[in-house]
């Protein structure tokens, strides 16, 4: 397994900041700057994310990152017929990361610990206004074409990902995962699906950015309001080069809510020594 690839896949599901279709490791060793927009579209509206991100590469295992994302809240008109929330955007929570990887011919592996500062707008749903803590660890596998990967994590947040930025933010302990398969169609072209869960682990606190859809006002609290299932499809073109592109569709069981989501990610670091800067 040819580790840009490997570090491309791990930045799309371990779902910690960087989060996006396509990111790719861009050198053994050194700076890098990535820039994704990204979005989600169902019947309670649109949320899409404008994320930059900068990171150290000390060699092709140990990596730190953090950037800070800002979010742009769009409700349909029946969610705002229903419950008066308008359009916004803001500054959401400012994260910083820390990831091993270690590629391998038995299977290819991950671990990410990521936190996120409470810089976002708790009024508006943009952040809890706790600190939170996520690790997850991604395996994965290739077999010719084929590549099965796997994804289990526990944080005290539930963290936005390219296949569901949700319109809400949480705090509370949960366990999360995701397993699936990606088919290389050709050399730039793939398409994926994955099945997703999300576990609480005790009290929980919901955070609307649509008020009053997950309860009475944007805040909420149960031991059961996190929960989640539900199941993912997508394509992406481009992988391992300057420019990504992706788009799919998710169910979530939970909440009944079909989601169609998008993304473009260009590599500046790439794009910068390509242009010999």
Known sequence: MRMYKFSGCVAVLLTTGLQALGQTSE??????????????????GAVTRLDSTVG???????????????????PSSSTTA????????????????????????VVDFASTITVTAPTGDEAIGLSTGHVTVDWSNYFERTFSRLTPFGDIGF???????????????????????????????????????????????GEQTLVSRLSGVFGSGNVATGPDLTRDHGLSAWAEIGSGSHVSFYGGYTHST??????????????????????GI
């Open 82 to 105: 229903a419950t008066g929330t308008h359009s916004f955007s803001g500054i959401g929570n400012a994260y910083g990361q820390f990831q091993l990887t270690l590629a391998n011919p």
């Open 254 to 275: 939970k909440f009944s809510l079909d989601t169609v989501f998008f993304g473009v990610g260009v590599s500046m670091g790439k794009v910068l020594r390509h242009w």
């Open 27 to 44: 050198s053994s060793r050194g700076f890098t700057w990535y820039e994704r927009f990204e979005g989600s579209v169902n019947t309670l």
């Open 155 to 201: 944080s005290n947040s539930i963290s936005d990902t390219a296949f569901f930025i949700r319109p809400y933010e949480t705090y509370g302990s949960i366990a999360h995962w995701q397993a699936g398969a990606r088919y290389r169609l050709v050399h730039s072209v793939s398409a994926a699906g994955s099945f997703y869960g999300v576990e609480p682990l």
């Open 56 to 74: 150290y590469n000390f060699d092709s295992h140990f990596s730190v990152a953090g950037g800070v994302p800002v979010y742009f809240v769009r």
